[in-house]
């Protein structure tokens, strides 16, 4: 850490020729949702790839990308999307399901 950001962490004055200079420049986009709507998503329930027959544990994690596809009344609805770790041609696509409260496997993957 340079010691201009060193002062700032430490809640120094910095006069604002320096804040102009552009010393201190804000980080920009390293949020991977605000970037692409990719969030770290984990399967709910066991289940099997439909194309490779590949078992995918509960729990398993993935970088997933996160859709708003609907509404139940106040809650949305979200498609959360991936691809199968295994074959890495099979594309999962798994619905929150707020009216029974659990998600629903709609494609690529089956319970």
């Known amino acids: 850490m340079s010691s201009l950001a060193a002062t700032q962490a430490d809640g120094y004055y910095v006069p604002p020729e320096q804040l102009d200079a552009g010393a ?11 970037q692409r709507n990719v969030v770290r998503f984990e399967l709910p329930f066991d289940g099997f790839c439909t194309r490779c027959d590949a078992i995918v ?17 106040s809650s949305k609805i979200y498609e959360f999307t991936t691809k199968c770790r295994s074959c890495a041609k099979c594309e999962f696509r798994i619905r929150t399901n707020p009216k029974d409260q659990t998600f629903d496997y709609t494609a690529g993957i089956r319970k």
């Open 24 to 34: 201190y420049k804000p980080k920009a986009n390293h949020n991977q949702y605000l």
């Open 57 to 73: 544990g509960k729990g398993t994690r993935f970088n997933a990308h996160k859709a708003h596809v609907g509404d139940y009344f």
